[in-house]
């Protein structure tokens, strides 16, 4: 099973993302979504789901969870937007991945057996930060991820940006 991984999209739906995300079976977007409509519009390609970032407000936005609990099989993963707020231990509870946003920074890695992913900004671009947004890849119990860059020139090319899975 293929899921793509989205976050701060911040009201903005690149037509790159759309076309990435065709043909995944699910949709994790870790927040600051900035409007109902971005999620409409993902839920056209997949079923979603989503989680409040810090500037998401509004009634559409206090409808969503402050967290997520995604099960792909017998795989469990935990969504948030803001790393920081992070109040388990991953492991322990039984995530195999713990999934977040915020920093618009892609991030990669797998600590005491959990992986640690942050799919990037796939909104506006903030700083020198790449847009781009991830795919995760479950098979039985297993993760694997790799990103996705969102620029003008390459919309499905999937380039690492160097990150490695410890």
């Given at each position: 099973m293929r899921i793509g991984v989205i976050s701060d999209t911040h009201g903005f739906l690149r037509p790159q993302a759309l076309e990435a995300l065709k043909g995944v079976s699910l949709i994790i977007h870790a927040g600051d979504i900035g409007?109902?409509?971005?999620?409409?519009?993902?839920?056209?390609?997949?079923?979603?789901?989503?989680?409040?970032?810090?500037?998401?407000?509004?009634?559409?936005?206090?409808?969503?969870?402050?967290t997520e609990v995604v099960e792909v099989g017998e795989v469990r993963i935990y969504v948030l937007h803001d790393l920081h707020a992070l109040d388990l231990a991953p492991k322990a509870a039984g995530f195999a991945a713990v999934v977040f946003g915020h920093s618009h920074r892609p991030h990669l890695e797998r600590?005491?057996?959990?992986?640690?992913?942050?799919?990037?900004?796939?909104?506006?671009?903030?700083?020198?930060?790449?847009?781009?947004?991830?795919?995760?890849?479950?098979?039985?119990?297993?993760?694997?991820?790799?990103?996705?860059?969102?620029?003008?020139?390459?919309?499905?090319?999937?380039?690492?940006?160097?990150?490695?899975?410890?």
């Open positions: 409007s109902p409509e971005i999620l409409e519009k993902l839920s056209e390609i997949a079923p979603v789901k989503a989680v409040r970032g810090n500037t998401d407000r509004g009634e559409w936005a206090l409808a969503l969870p402050q600590k005491n057996g959990v992986l640690f992913l942050n799919p990037g900004s796939a909104g506006p671009r903030r700083f020198t930060l790449p847009v781009c947004l991830a795919y995760l890849k479950v098979q039985e119990n297993s993760l694997e991820a790799e990103f996705v860059p969102l620029d003008m020139q390459t919309s499905k090319t999937v380039l690492p940006y160097g990150f490695s899975v410890y």
